[in-house]
């Protein structure tokens, strides 16, 4: 018997841009599969009806694998695939295992045997490093960071420092707290650290800027990239030593 | 007047991958572009004869960036975009910008202005933290290790020790040292250490694994995927602080 595969199914970061932003490859063998582990399974459905997946949707298997999946779960899930069926994992939006739960599916496929095969498609945290100007030969992506002032002060400060070798610090936000962590970031953060706000990338209304933090503060805030309930990819990297003055 | 866009423009990693690895809106601006900065023209202009760019390939200018551009070139080949000819940056494989020399080029056009827009495209690390299991919600990318052996070692626990919160560890080798660097975790890290190898990434041959230390090394040489002269990404991360018996 042969076991399946558990595909890695990237899916697209803006609407209607899957056949701009999934390559022939990942198209095809999204439409070849049947069996779908999904984050959510609403979104999932509108993805495999937007790249017209040959088989009614109805005749598909979508399990929605939820926010924080258990092993015990995952193991179940999988059986199929130990069986011979090929899956794929799908995110809410981008690439699954990345910023999202997946992993878990993915980790205990590497225990039940299986083979595992990423697909390519668009990482908001990838565009955004590569578009950023910022070190790409190291960094570093910390998820989410406290919501409370003090230590999102505390944290942001850190990440500065942790920077100061060279190290590009990514994350993300709650779309509709993302204003907030801006002004949050320009208040802890040096004059001379450089921030990039990378806007829903991919969409045709995508912005990444690169600033000082002091050439973000002198902007006027209708002159800024607008924020609020658009995702955002923040980056930073501290000033090489030699041009800091604290 | 109207400048320029730079686009960062993603190559394949594997041969023959183009038309499987890049989404359409990727092969098309790469079409309609004129002009690139190139980490190697070579791999550059062999890249656009394969997507079949419509210019014959001497009327394109492809300008060689090298490994270790500077500013100050960076500004003289921003020039024509400044004057409103798009441009693209080109990496020898993957996406500009990441473990590459692309990042020097998009940080000077953002200090001259210019827009930077990301394509997608095929990332050996997004790749091979997808598909590792590992915790893709936090997650370092170191580049190089050391060569020395001891410094190599050290290096090694270190990850380990930075990766007991949860965050992965990923870097990569010079392709013939792949063996070395296996056997040396295998040294270095405890038994109950997660160590994923992603081996010719979109490749027919690609090959992605994660096993714990202990397993690695259970298996008999001719059990592990071969990774002499193989583009490898390797991936790490400590057993949870709580089954951990040291």
Redesign the interface.
């Known amino acids: 018997m042969t076991v399946g595969t558990l595909f ?1 199914l990237p899916t697209p970061l803006a609407e209607g ?1 899957a ?8 198209l095809a063998a999204a439409r070849r599969i049947d069996y779908f582990l999904a984050e959510d399974a609403k979104t999932a459905r509108a993805f495999l009806k937007a790249i017209a997946h040959p088989r009614p949707l109805q005749e598909l298997q979508i399990v929605e694998i939820g926010h924080q999946p258990q092993a015990a779960a995952a193991d179940a899930w999988l059986q199929p695939v130990v069986a011979g069926t090929d899956a794929a994992v799908v995110s809410e939006a981008g ?6 739960p ?9 225990r039940l045997g299986l083979q ?3 697909l ?4 908001s ?19 989410y960071l406290p919501h409370d002032a003090n230590a999102l002060a505390q944290r942001l400060r850190d990440l500065e420092r942790d920077s100061r070798g060279g ?1 590009t610090q990514l994350w993300i936000e709650t779309p509709y707290r993302n204003e907030r962590m801006l002004e949050a970031v320009l208040a802890a953060c040096t004059p001379e650290a450089q921030l990039t706000l990378a806007t829903e ?2 969409a045709d209304s ?1 912005v ?4 000082s933090v002091a050439e973000w503060k002198a902007l006027k805030p209708g002159d800024r990239p607008a924020l609020h309930k658009r995702p955002t990819v923040f980056a930073l990297m501290a000033a090489p030593r030699s041009k800091r003055s604290g």
Chains 1, 2 share one sequence.
């Open positions: 890695l841009k056949f701009d932003t999934l390559p022939a490859a990942t690439c699954p295992g990345i910023a999202d997946g992993a878990v599916i993915v980790g205990r496929a590497h595992v095969r990423p390519v498609g668009p990482s945290l990838l565009l955004a490093l590569m578009a950023s100007g910022l070190n790409g030969q190291a960094f570093r992506f910390v998820g190290e990338l991919t995508e990444v800027r690169t600033r």
